[in-house]
């Protein structure tokens, strides 16, 4: 079972890999956008670990949605407002018991993959964070670790495609060769599930 602790510690690991890789992932948007997302992320995931060090719910689905509320209310670019939907999407589908079950996380992050499909209109394929959040939550039926390198490859797999949708849309045929940040961004939050559920 995932407790308050696991998501807690869930939050702290993509923090702490937020902090340690946001040159690259603003590298990555100098490429093909405005060289902000390392740090749009940086600023988010700093106010989430300050909220939740002040007082954190203790239930799984609490902790999620004020997660993302902070999220939504402190990064200024699209990624603030995609990923606080994620989160908080995930945690309402979760609700407010004490411990979930990973198959029932798996479906509450199914949920809140499908509100950031409908927030942003952006589907697989054009090159965005949902090209690695649609293939890990897929894989996360089989298991975390399955869910991590699902992740990965869906990073990966972005650097062929061109823009759809987002600022990298601008570019048209210019974005080809380069990886989505959201997408490499996506990738740290399911490998710190996946590092948080082999310590637990
Ligand atoms: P901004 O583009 O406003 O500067 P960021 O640089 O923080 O915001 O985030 C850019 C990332 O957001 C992109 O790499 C992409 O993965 C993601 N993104 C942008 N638009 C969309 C969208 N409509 N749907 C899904 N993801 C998107
Ligand atoms: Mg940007």
């Not at 399955?146 to 972005?158: I, S, Y």
Request: net charge negative.
């Amino acid at each position: 079972m995932l407790d308050g602790d696991f998501f807690r510690r869930w939050l702290a690991a993509m923090a702490a890999a937020v902090e340690r890789e946001a040159d690259r992932l603003t590298e990555l948007d100098s490429a093909i956008g405005d060289a902000d997302h390392g740090s749009n992320l940086q600023r988010g995931f700093r106010a989430v670990t300050a909220t939740l060090e002040k007082e954190p719910p203790a239930g799984p689905g609490a902790l999620l949605s004020l997660a993302g509320r902070q999220l939504i209310s402190t990064v200024g670019g699209a990624s603030g407002p995609l990923y606080g939907t994620l989160l908080r999407r995930t945690g309402k589908a979760l609700g407010d018991s004490d411990e979930v079950t990973p198959a029932q996380l798996t479906e509450a992050l199914r949920t809140g993959v499908a509100a950031v499909a409908q927030l942003g209109g952006a589907k697989a394929g054009d090159k965005t964070m949902l090209d690695t959040l649609e293939p890990a939550v897929e894989a996360l039926g089989t298991s975390f670790a399955a869910a991590a390198e699902a992740a990965d490859q869906g990073a990966l797999a972005t650097v062929p495609l061109q823009a759809r949708k987002g600022r990298a849309s601008y570019l048209g045929a210019r974005s080809i060769g380069h990886q989505d940040p959201g997408a490499t961004s996506a990738a740290l939050l399911i490998s710190a599930l996946a590092a948080t559920a082999e310590e637990a």
